[in-house]
Structure formats: C-alpha cells, structure tokens
C-alpha cells in the first residue's frame, strides 16, 4: 500500500482550506485510491486521525479511526470513519481540556478546549449520507480533524502556551493526571 508523506507545521497547505469533493470526484478510482492510501498513512504513524490537506491533498476527505493506538490508548474506540466535506455543529456549551497532539506538529501536545457533544455530517467514501452525533473525546477527535480541514492547527487552540510539552515529557509529568481526569469524563460522556 502506498504511504504518504505527512505535512509539518510551517508548509503553507497547512493554513488552507481545503475544497469541496463533488460525487463525481469521490466516485473516481484516483480517489478511492487516495482513500485507501490516507488510511494506510493514517495506520502506519499510529494516528487517531488524518485530514487529506495534511497529505498535500487539500479537499475535504478526513479518516479517523481509534484501535488500540498506542499513541492515546486511553481514547475510546472509533471504528474506521471517512468523512467527506464534514460539517460540524455544536450542540452542546460544556466543552472540555483536552491534552491534543498531532502528525503534522511532532512530538508537540498542548491543551485545547473542545466541545463535548457535536453532529458531524457529511458523507462517507461512497457518498451516502453520513449524520452522527458524537461526544467526548470521539467528538474532540472528529474536530481537530475538520480543523484541519479549514486550515487550523490545535497550537492555534492552545488556552495556555505553558501547556505545551514534547510526548516524553507529557508521558512524564502530565499524562497520569490528564489520564486520571478524562477517563471519568469518558464515562460520564458514553452513557
């Protein structure tokens, strides 16, 4: 399978907005054959998520998919999800601090506001409709993805830059606290 090159912060496609995916462009064998090699890349940097812009595609595909990752094993399942031109209501104001990280910002996590109940709708690989409504940290992730889609990074997000940390020292120093205080949000959120 054909693995992609990720985009780091700094490339100019990161501050786009992708474009919308007509069905006939969907529909097409290059882009089927993009699809499957988004959620290839995905897989192979053990990414909860990745946005087609991040790849140097910039239309409006993202794939999130949650499986025992080894980068947020304490994220809630999300089977393989491709969403095309996304829409994201909120439908809740209680939001929550989420530690974020992210494939095109390395070994760089920080906390972000996020809200805590969303409707994502659009459509999947095939084009049907898609309508859900997601909460907690699954509707934390599905933003962060249509962020990127609207070229929005989660550094952007950051309440307060001295939540910044590389991975070592997140694991080190914040991840037992973070882990005790979302887990009991999990819960509460997928009831």
């Not at 999300?78 to 990280?101: A, D, K, Q």
């Not at 309508?131 to 997000?157: K, S």
């Amino acid at each position: 399978m054909t693995l992609l090159k990720i985009a780091q912060i700094g490339h100019p496609i990161l501050r786009q907005r992708a474009r919308e995916v007509t069905r006939e462009e969907l529909a097409s064998p290059a882009t089927q054959a993009f699809i499957d090699a988004l959620i290839a890349t995905m897989r192979d940097a053990n990414g909860a998520g990745l946005a087609a812009i991040q790849v140097y595609e910039p239309v409006r595909i993202m794939a999130v998919e949650v499986e025992n990752n080894p980068r947020y094993p304490y994220k809630p399942r999300i089977p393989l999800t491709i969403v095309v031109n996304p829409v994201i209501e909120v439908l809740t104001e209680e939001t929550f601090e989420n530690y974020e990280g992210c494939l095109s910002v390395p070994n760089l996590r920080g906390v972000v506001d996020r809200h805590a109940e969303i409707r994502l709708t659009g459509w999947d690989r095939e084009g049907a409709p898609i309508d859900r409504i997601h909460r907690g940290l699954t509707a934390g992730t599905f933003q962060h993805e249509t962020d990127h889609l609207d070229g929005v990074l989660f550094i952007d997000r950051v309440k307060d830059p001295r939540s910044l940390c590389t991975w070592a020292e997140f694991d080190r120093f914040h991840k037992q606290a973070f882990v005790d205080r979302i887990v009991p949000f999990i819960q509460r959120m997928e009831r």
